[in-house]
């Protein structure tokens, strides 16, 4: 009680990252980002063995059409005009961001505010599956979260586009080219 989730809310998830993006999170999250809380329960030395290899990836696959099936509809307020990338990433260091959030090439910024309250924003392009979503985010986050500890900076619309720009053009190249197996109904309903 008092204390505030480790994880992010999965109420509207599907308004934030695609279901293949999901299950390939889950199975390993390592594989996106080498800093990320989420631990792997998957592919372990106590589960990884080709009989249980199966029951993981249709428990994964339950999981996320679980979760997505209960997700609530969210519409992003904001709209998503094209930003200036090299601006969004001067604005990145400018106006806070790095006070709670790793990025690829702010290490020592970052480290001088042990900034690791948030997740770590490399492969951000990877991960949010709508620009628009992004944009409302950054503008008003307790919009789509009544409970983030994300503050509002009171961005201009033009400088929540800017940082969206930047934000959306750190991809993750090798987590994108993954595939997740599709579910297998037998092997779920056993």
Known sequence: EGKRNPGPSLHRIDAKISKKFFKNWVWAPKTFN??????????QSNNSEPRFMKKNIAEVNAMAEFIFQESESYVPFAKYVKGDVEKGKELISQVGCISCHGIEGFEEESAKVNGNAGPYLTGTGSKIKDVNWLVSWLKKPNHYQEDTIMPSFRLSDKEANDIAAYLMSLKNDKFDSLSFEPMDGEIRDE
């Open 34 to 43: 080498k800093h990320a809380y989420m631990p792997s329960f998957f592919a």
